[in-house]
């Protein structure tokens, strides 16, 4: 009788213990499920933003872009600030214009900042310019005290036209500056705190940023462009082998730094000589040679050949709405997210539609 009751005892505790683990099984389940999701769910809404630049050279057509895209910006770069011969900083003839269409596109009402672009372009007084000077920025930022000029001078201007930051696009850095340009960074950036400003800082695709420490607080924009252009013969201005690199590289820039594409591309003559055309310009000159452009399966890019009235031969590469796509897709599944566009001015209305539904 006893022997009984205990092995009753014993089956009433097994199914328990079996009931328990059942519970215990599915409970998991849905705390594996539920994570599962809220992963998903994180990278599904994973923040997103695009920002832009406007250039004075062409800013009517600038203008005409920015209105279609304004509602979906997180902030507006003005292009921008250069140096005179005096190597003093100065805005050109058409920099009101990028100030009115900036206004006309009522960015701020939007949630969008305004930036003054800094560039190391000296303007020469014969109408021609030294572009991306290297001893410009050896200058400004080699002792405390021209970093701390150049502190002032740049705050003065941003609060003189009402930016809400300053972007520094220093670029061709000497390997034996980037020590100082460091230290340029993180005293420009206190300098631009303490008067409610902000910094973005540009990063070319070749920039040692596995070797130095950039500081925390500015936001840094890496260059996903010019893997071709006018230094080299045809071919795109990214691909996605180069994006996948320079998303490791940002692995190692502090902050949530941003990706930059470029829009438009390249017409090369017969000498190898390019020059810049954009997406508008280059379909145009495809349509009157009567050619069909190719798309690259390596980057997404467009290319095609023509003849020019001269009887030339050029070479086109350029981004249009799917390339776009194809290059943000692929930043967005290495983790990037945020992404800018060099340059509005151009562009064609669906790659333009694209842009403002995708942010």
Do not use: C
């Not at 050279?57 to 292009?79: I, Y």
């Not at 021609?128 to 002032?152: P, Y």
């Not at 040679?289 to 980057?299: H, L, M, N, T």
């Amino acid at each position: 009788m006893k022997r009984r009751k205990w092995r009753n005892r014993m089956l009433l505790a097994l199914a328990a213990v079996a009931v328990l683990g059942a519970a215990v099984w599915r409970y998991g389940d849905e705390l594996r499920g539920m994570a599962g999701g809220a992963e998903q769910e994180s990278a599904a809404s994973a923040e997103t933003a695009l920002s832009a630049w406007i250039v004075d050279w062409d800013a009517e057509a600038g203008a005409a872009d920015l209105a279609a895209v304004a509602a979906s910006l997180e902030s507006l770069q003005l292009f921008g600030a250069y140096y005179d011969e005096q190597r003093q900083i100065t805005l050109r003839e058409g920099f009101n214009r990028l100030i009115d269409a900036a206004d006309e596109a009522a960015l701020e009402e939007n949630g969008g900042e305004r930036y003054l672009t800094v560039v190391n372009d000296i303007l020469l007084g014969n109408g021609n310019s030294l572009q991306k000077d290297t001893g410009l920025v050896s200058n400004l930022a080699a002792t405390v005290e021209s970093r701390r000029d150049h502190a002032e001078e740049v705050v003065a201007l941003a609060k003189e036209y009402g930016f809400d930051g300053v972007e520094l696009d220093y670029e061709r850095i000497a390997d034996a500056d980037w020590p100082h340009v460091i230290a340029l960074y993180n005293e420009m950036h206190q300098s631009l705190s303490a008067e409610g400003l902000k910094l973005r800082v540009l990063v070319e695709p070749g920039a040692p940023v596995t070797q130095h420490l950039l500081p925390e607080g500015p936001q840094y924009v890496i260059m996903a462009y010019n893997l071709y252009g006018t230094h080299s013969g045809p071919g795109p201005k990214a691909d996605l082998a180069m994006i996948g690199k320079l998303a490791a590289k940002m692995d190692h820039i502090p902050g949530d730094p941003v990706m930059a594409f470029a829009a438009g591309g390249f017409d090369w003559n017969a000498e190898g000589a390019a020059s810049a055309v954009t997406e508008i310009a280059a379909a145009k000159l495809a349509e009157s040679a009567g050619v069909q452009p190719e798309r690259d399966r390596k980057s997404g890019a467009l290319y095609f050949a023509y003849t020019d009235e001269q009887g030339d031969k050029h070479t086109v590469w350029y981004a249009d709405q799917e390339t776009l796509r194809l290059w943000i897709e692929g930043a967005k599944q290495r983790g990037v997210h945020r992404v800018a566009i060099w340059r509005l001015g151009g562009i064609s209305e669906s790659s333009l539609d694209y842009l403002s539904r995708q942010f």
